[in-house]
């Protein structure tokens, strides 16, 4: 048994040492060009993240634009852009009964907080225009209003 444990151990170790631990970083090129040429909302993107923030997903399916994203210290974000009026989209992504915690300005935008949607998901909205763009996730507030603040036309 010893013999079968031990390779496994140097595997894992190798492995890790090579830096293969990180999570894959996903090309949103195709997705984003699919958003544009629908031409339903104008696209916000995020730009000028520090370190350790990582697109892990990227769909646009039925008008709604979901973006998953890492970010550091372990926490987990979507970002969800869609033409759907914030009345309809907030209960699909955050959950049926959400609670507005009131408005917050980030980076000069007016958005509005919402909690207790989904257990130990925090949420911020902002609507402008045509567009309602929903972060939701498990994440700290900070990390929220970090992603918020990132966002570009």
Same mark, same amino acid.
């Given at each position: 048994?010893?013999?079968? +444990? ?6 894992? !170790? ?6 293969? $631990? ?13 958003? =544009?040429?629908?031409?339903?909302? $104008?696209? %916000? ?13 990227? /769909?646009?399916?039925?008008?709604? %634009? ?11 974000? =979507? ?9 309809? %989209?907030?209960? !699909?992504? +955050?959950?049926? /009964? ?6 917050? /300005? +980030?980076?000069?935008? $007016? ?9 130990? $998901? ?9 567009? /309602?763009? +929903? ?19």
């Amino acid at each position: 048994m010893l013999v079968l +444990i031990i390779p496994v151990f140097l595997i894992v !170790a190798f492995y890790r040492y090579l830096g293969h $631990e990180d999570p894959p970083v996903v090309d949103t090129t195709e997705v984003y060009g699919s958003v =544009q040429r629908a031409g339903r909302f $104008e696209l %916000l993107r995020p730009e000028g993240l520090a370190d350790g923030w990582r697109i892990a997903s990227a /769909t646009y399916t039925d008008g709604i %634009l979901r973006i998953g994203i890492t970010a550091p210290d372990s926490g987990a974000l =979507q970002l969800v852009e869609s033409a759907d009026p914030a009345a309809v %989209l907030v209960p !699909a992504v +955050i959950g049926k /009964t959400p609670h507005d915690d009131g408005p917050a /300005t +980030i980076a000069g935008a $007016e958005w509005h907080r919402w909690s207790e949607g989904r257990p130990g $998901e925090r949420a911020i909205v902002r609507t402008d225009g045509n567009r /309602t763009v +929903i972060i939701v996730g498990h994440a700290k507030q900070d990390q929220l209003d970090q992603l918020a603040g990132s966002l570009r036309a």
